[in-house]
Each structure stands twice: as C-alpha cells, then as structure tokens.
C-alpha cells in the first residue's frame, strides 16, 4: 500500500500527527520535527 492510501484510511492520521508534533517541540527534537514537515509536503 502505499503511503499516501494509508493516510486517506486514517481518519486520525492528522490528528495523531499533530500530537507528535507539540511532543517533538516540546522536547526541541529538531531532527523530529523535519520528519513530521517532509510527511505534511507530501500528503497535501
């Protein structure tokens, strides 16, 4: 499957994404916090 299909069958994909994000940040994980922008680029 591909990437992209599985984030179109998550309906919490963002969600779960976005609450890894404020964790990145909140622990100043910079090399987390690309990874999390390079997945956005990619499914929008």
Do not use: C, P
């Not at 599985?6 to 609450?19: A, E, G, S």
């Not at 990145?24 to 997945?39: K, Q, S, T, V, W």
């Amino acid at each position: 499957m591909r990437r992209i299909e599985y984030v179109l069958k998550d309906q919490h994909f963002f969600t779960k994404l976005m609450d890894d994000f404020k964790t990145a940040e909140g622990l100043r994980r910079n090399e987390a916090l690309a990874m999390i922008y390079r997945i956005l680029k990619v499914t929008s």
